[in-house]
């Protein structure tokens, strides 16, 4: 835990939120700036501040969580997102996965997607050392 961090005070229960499900590693609650109605998150109690700072055991139980906010809102689009680093417009450092519903094309998440053209070369290239490290 981290004693400056807001979602480890909300995990002590040292701030209030509004709490939607919680097991012994996890714990979901609403957005309290939602991008719309039912915006939740989904947070690891250990504390971290990017994804590969959590162990994989607390990461697993994240998406299962989401996935049921999902459905009890009985949302049929949505976006779960998760962010790492500042440029990647993470706000709070602490891991968390954002279950966004998406209910029409002004409310929920607006995302720009900047397409690139490939240089299958360069593509094959990065898949050959991608491969390795993570075969290793």
Known sequence: MSANCIFCKIVKNE???F????TP???AFLDIQPLSRGHA????KTHGAKLHDIPDDELSEMLPVAKKLATALGVTD???LQNNGRI????????HVHMIPKPNETEG???KWPMQDTDMDKLKALHEELKSKIEN
């Open 41 to 44: 998150l989904v947070i690891p």
């Open 25 to 27: 590693k996890i714990l």
């Open 78 to 80: 949505y976006n779960i």
């Open 15 to 17: 701030i209030p939120a």
């Open 88 to 95: 990647a417009h993470q706000f709070v450092d602490h891991v």
């Open 109 to 111: 998440l607006g995302v």
């Open 19 to 22: 709490k939607l499900l919680e």
